[in-house]
C-alpha cells in the first residue's frame, strides 16, 4: 500500500477551503494510506475527516522541523501534495525523501517540485476552493470540488446540545472576531445592538471567538464561550446553532460548512474569493470605493463603519430558520422496498399515503430523502430515480426530494444517516429542525433525527402505517 502526504493550509478558514481538495485526493488514491502535516492548533478540524488515515503534527522551531523530517523519512511517502504554498513546504518534504512533490509553482520552490502546478497572478483571482483544489485536478481534470463539509460525531453533537439545552431557541451564534485584522472587524457596538435585538425578539445569543475577541455584555441571553473551548468543542456547539452572525473569519467558514444559516460581514476582503455559498445565507458587504482592499489596517476602515445594524438585522430577519418540515425515507416508508427498485412495475406506493397532505394543511414542508446507491453500483438508473422522486411531487404534494447517489465507500457526508441532504433543505427552505420530524423504516433514520435534532418516527415500531405517522404527529402539535 502507498503512502501519500498532504502538508495541509495553516489558517482555519484556509483548512476548511481545502477539505474538497483533501476529498479529491482520496479520489485519486482510493486505496493509499493518506496522512496529512497540519499545525496542532487546526487538527481537530482533520480527525473528523473519514477521508484521512492519519494526523501528523507540524513541529515549528528547528528541532521540530527536524523531527518532522525525521517522522515523514520513516514513513517513506510516495507523494506530497503541498496545499500550504510556503518554501518551506516544499523544503521540509523534499529533505524527508519524497520523491514526488506536486504544488503550486510559486514563492521561490520550482526547484523543489517534481510536478509543478503552473501558476499566473489570475489563479489567486480564483475562490480559495477552487485554487486549492487546482492541485488534485492537475491529475485528473473531471474531478468536480464537493461541498466542505464537517460532520462531528453523533455523541459530540449531543453533548454540545446538552451545553445549550437551557437556552431559548432560536439560537444566534455571534462571532465578533477575525485574525486578518481591524478591517475584517464591524464595529463592537453593532453587534452588542443586533444581540439585544435578537434576545428581545427572538431567542437567545452564544459568543464564539478567541480571547480578547469578547463584546463585553452582561445579558440573561447571552451564553459567553468566548476564549473558552477548543477547536473541536467550539465546531460542536456551533453546529447546534439555529443561524450564525459574523465577520470574513475563521467561524464563518466553519459555520457554512457545518450547515449552519450565516450573515457574513465583509469590509476589506472579497466574498467572491473567501465568500460562503450563496445558498449558505446572506453577505452584507461595504458600498465604498476602496473595497476591497486586502489591508488588515486602515485610519478609518470606511467599509465596516458604513455598514448599519439595520442592513445586518433585516438579513438575520430573512434566514432564520422558521418553518417545519416532516423528512420521509422512501423505500420502506413511503413505497415497497424493491431491493433497489430499479423498474415501474416493482413500484407500490403504500396505503394511507394520501393522508399525508394533512400535514401540508397543518404547516408542515414534506421532504423525501432517500439513499440510492444503486446508482454507484450500476444497478439503478439515475433518471430513473429521479422519475420516481418526482412522482411523490406531482401526486402527494411532495416539496423536495433529495437523494444521495454514491456508494458506501465514496465516504460522503449526504448519505445516511448524515445529515447532508437535510442541511441542504434548511438551507434553501429554512427550515426548524427542532419542530420538524424524520420518518423512516431503520435505524439510520431514527440516528439522522438524532444528528439533526429533529423527533424520529420508526416504521413498524412507532407507527404501523403513514395513517398512524400523521395521527402522531397531530397529536403532538396539539399536546
Not at 168 to 173: G, N, Q
Not at 305 to 332: C, M, Q, T, Y
Not at 381 to 401: A, S
Request: glycine share 6%.
Amino acid at each position: 500500500m502507498e503512502n501519500i502526504l498532504i502538508r495541509g493550509v495553516n489558517w482555519l478558514g484556509d483548512a476548511v477551503m481545502s477539505l474538497p481538495a483533501v476529498r479529491a485526493i482520496r479520489k485519486l488514491h482510493p486505496t493509499s494510506n493518506i496522512s496529512i502535516l497540519i499545525k496542532e492548533k487546526i487538527a481537530d478540524l482533520f480527525r473528523w475527516e473519514n477521508t484521512i488515515d492519519e494526523v501528523i503534527i507540524y513541529s515549528e522551531g528547528f528541532t521540530g522541523k527536524i523531527k518532522t523530517i525525521k517522522e515523514l523519512k520513516n514513513k517513506k511517502f510516495k507523494r506530497a501534495y503541498l496545499l500550504q504554498n510556503a518554501l518551506d513546504a516544499a523544503l521540509i518534504t523534499t529533505v524527508a525523501g519524497i520523491p514526488e512533490r506536486v504544488g503550486w509553482n510559486r514563492d521561490c520552490r520550482r526547484i523543489f517540485l517534481t510536478h509543478p502546478v503552473p501558476y499566473h497572478g489570475e489563479d489567486r483571482k480564483i475562490h480559495h476552493i477552487d485554487y486549492f483544489f487546482e492541485i488534485p485536478k492537475r491529475f485528473n481534470p473531471s474531478l468536480l470540488p464537493d461541498y466542505p463539509w464537517i460532520n462531528p460525531s453523533l455523541k459530540e453533537r449531543l453533548s454540545a446540545r446538552k451545553e445549550l439545552k437551557n437556552l431559548k431557541r432560536p439560537i444566534l451564534a455571534l462571532s465578533p472576531g477575525a485574525k486578518y485584522g481591524d478591517t475584517k472587524k464591524w464595529e463592537a457596538e453593532k453587534f452588542i445592538e443586533v444581540s439585544k435585538k435578537f434576545i428581545g425578539e427572538y431567542g437567545s445569543v452564544v459568543l464564539f471567538g478567541s480571547q480578547g475577541e469578547d463584546l463585553e455584555i452582561k445579558d440573561s441571553g447571552i451564553y459567553n464561550f468566548i476564549g473558552k473551548t477548543s477547536l473541536r468543542e467550539l465546531i460542536c456547539l456551533l453546529a447546534e446553532c439555529d443561524i450564525l452572525l459574523c465577520n470574513d473569519s475563521g467561524i464563518m467558514h466553519l459555520g457554512y460548512a457545518l450547515g449552519v444559516p450565516l450573515v457574513a460581514i465583509f469590509g476589506s476582503t472579497s466574498p467572491e474569493l473567501t465568500g460562503p455559498p450563496k445558498f449558505a445565507g446572506k453577505v452584507i458587504r461595504a458600498q465604498v470605493e476602496c473595497s476591497p482592499c486586502f489591508k488588515n489596517r486602515c485610519p478609518d476602515i470606511k467599509c465596516m463603519k458604513s455598514i448599519e445594524v439595520e442592513d445586518v438585522w433585516s438579513a438575520l430577519n430573512e434566514i432564520i430558520p422558521s418553518k417545519k418540515a416532516v423528512f420521509f425515507d422512501r423505500d420502506g416508508t413511503l413505497c415497497k422496498d424493491a431491493n433497489y427498485l430499479s423498474k415501474w412495475e416493482d413500484f407500490e406506493v403504500f396505503p394511507f399515503i394520501e393522508t399525508l397532505k394533512e400535514l401540508k394543511n397543518l404547516g408542515f414542508l414534506l421532504i423525501g430523502i432517500s439513499n440510492q446507491s444503486g446508482i454507484a453500483r450500476g444497478i439503478i438508473r439515475e433518471d430513473f430515480v429521479k422519475e420516481v422522486n418526482q412522482f411523490f411531487i406531482d401526486k402527494y404534494g411532495f416539496d423536495d426530494f433529495f437523494y444521495c447517489p454514491h456508494h458506501p465507500d465514496e465516504r460522503c457526508f449526504c448519505r445516511k444517516p448524515n445529515p447532508g441532504m437535510p442541511l441542504i433543505a434548511r438551507y434553501k427552505y429554512g427550515i426548524d429542525f427542532r419542530n420538524s420530524y424524520v420518518v423512516g423504516d431503520k435505524d439510520i433514520d431514527m440516528q439522522l433525527a438524532q444528528m439533526i435534532g429533529a423527533k424520529g418516527i420508526l416504521i413498524s415500531k412507532d407507527a404501523k402505517n403513514l395513517k398512524e405517522v400523521v395521527e402522531i404527529i397531530k397529536r403532538d402539535i396539539n399536546a
